[in-house]
């Protein structure tokens, strides 16, 4: 058993780790696939329970929950879409800047669907898809890494409004711009993994009722 992971925050109510990219946020099937985040946790905090995930292959700030009626909180804040969720992902290029705010957010709007002839993968559906929106804009100028061979990469802070199924991936490979690293969605490249992280979380701490922002620092 690995070790438990120190937090980045910890109180009664609520813990925060570092899910490296790689590992999985909870239990898949199998005995091979039983080390997970959550596992590591409950090791160390028996009452810690999940409240969202993150893909395998995202690295990122997650959430877990002490104890169940805690758990039942945080899950209604998620699902009613009071936890700001912030993403950073290098691109292989930025997609069309389309109705942008005054804080320079851009949108992109497309429904999505699981695409079960293909699980795990998820797809634009114009048709069937739900309703699904991601705010984006672009960061400082991206130094080309080695690994990009000379290719343009443009460095994106991502706000999913929603929570879909990949929806980060998809809406960005939908727009033109693959996250560099995503074997799932992307052409190949030489990217060292999928560069997607999870940088910052805030919401209002269902204890205290103050704001809470809690920041991971990304890796890439």
């Known amino acids: 058993m690995h070790a438990p992971p120190d937090p980045l925050y910890e109180d009664r109510w609520l813990l925060a780790f570092d899910k490296p990219a790689g590992l999985l946020a909870v239990p898949g099937r199998g005995a091979e696939k039983a080390d997970c985040l959550a596992a590591r946790v409950q090791a160390r905090w028996p009452d810690a329970l999940v409240v969202h995930r993150l893909d395998e292959a995202t690295s990122g700030l997650m959430l877990m929950a002490r104890g169940a009626e805690m758990q039942r909180v945080l899950s209604a804040l998620f699902a009613a879409r009071q936890v700001e969720k ?30 079960w002839p293909r699980r795990p993968r998820s797809k634009v559906d114009l048709e069937h898809g739900r309703a699904s929106l991601t705010l984006w804009r672009a960061l400082a100028e991206q130094e080309t890494p080695a690994w990009a061979d000379g290719k343009t990469l443009c460095r994106l802070e991502l706000r999913p409004v929603t929570g879909r199924s990949h ?30 992280h999870a940088a910052a979380l805030r919401f209002a701490h269902p204890a205290s009722g103050q704001e809470l922002r809690l920041e991971c620092a990304v890796p890439f």
């Open 167 to 196: 929806q980060l991936r998809v809406h960005l490979l939908a727009s033109g711009c693959p996250i560099a690293g995503d074997a799932l969605y992307g052409a190949p490249d030489n990217a060292p993994r999928l560069m997607l």
């Open 86 to 115: 912030r993403y950073v992902a290098l691109a292989h290029g930025c997609p069309p800047a389309e109705d942008v705010d005054a804080e320079g957010w851009a949108r992109i709007a497309l429904p999505l669907a699981r695409d």
